[in-house]
């Protein structure tokens, strides 16, 4: 889970990420969401999946992320 985490935060403040690390999260993310093995809850491969990573970012940290246009 502190892969997801961290690069949830790398997206999410990019301007504090170390150069190049951007690319690298987006990437790492997307071979999460595509591995079975991580077993991830339906809720948050969702937001994985559409790319809601503030709302993944959100959810993670136990808080409830606003409804978007899917109404999830």
Same mark, same amino acid.
């Given at each position: 889970?502190?892969?997801?985490?961290?690069?949830l935060?790398?997206?999410?403040?990019p301007?504090?990420a170390?150069?190049? %690390?951007?690319? +690298? #999260?987006l990437?790492? =993310?997307d071979?999460? /969401?595509?591995d079975?093995?991580?077993?991830?809850?339906?809720r948050?491969?969702?937001?994985?999946q559409?790319r %809601?990573?503030? +709302? #993944?970012?959100?959810? =993670?940290?136990?808080? /409830?992320p606003?409804?978007g246009?899917?109404g999830?």
């Amino acid at each position: 889970m502190d892969e997801i985490i961290n690069s949830l935060t790398i997206i999410t403040k990019p301007k504090d990420a170390p150069k190049g %690390s951007l690319a +690298k #999260a987006l990437k790492k =993310l997307d071979e999460i /969401v595509e591995d079975p093995s991580f077993d991830l809850h339906p809720r948050l491969k969702h937001f994985l999946q559409n790319r %809601s990573y503030e +709302k #993944a970012l959100i959810w =993670l940290d136990n808080g /409830v992320p606003e409804k978007g246009t899917c109404g999830e």
